[in-house]
């Protein structure tokens, strides 16, 4: 299970820091993600992190946004600056498992111009 936080209203510009709380270990996850789906418009891909350690992400958000996982606490995080009007958007934390998908709840981010 995964429970997604931090969402909330920011200016242009500002930062926010995104948390998701998995209810297991996430040392053996091989991957981890969050993703966003803004009104009208298909869930994408945010970026994403690897077991390896590796990290994607998408182009829209490369240099602005990073994406870590504490495996102390079993937490996803994504670190969101130089926020735009358009991240804003309803953000997934993502997770897959022994061949299974989870989704959190999602977290709405509303950025204003």
């Known amino acids: 299970q995964l429970q997604a936080s931090g969402g909330g209203l920011v200016q242009a510009g500002g930062s926010l820091r995104l948390s998701c709380a998995a209810s297991?270990?996430?040392?053996?996850?091989?991957?981890m993600a969050w993703y966003r789906q803004a009104s009208g418009k298909q869930r994408e891909l945010v970026g994403a992190n690897l077991r390896t350690g590796s990290t994607r992400y998408a182009d829209s958000v490369k240099d602005r946004f990073t994406i870590s996982r504490d495996t102390s606490k079993n937490m996803l995080y994504l670190q969101m600056s130089s926020l735009k009007p358009e991240d804003t958007a309803v953000y997934y934390c993502n997770a897959i498992y022994n061949g299974n998908t989870y989704w959190g709840q999602g977290t709405l981010v509303t950025v204003s111009s």
């Open positions: 297991q270990t996430i040392t053996s996850i091989a991957y």
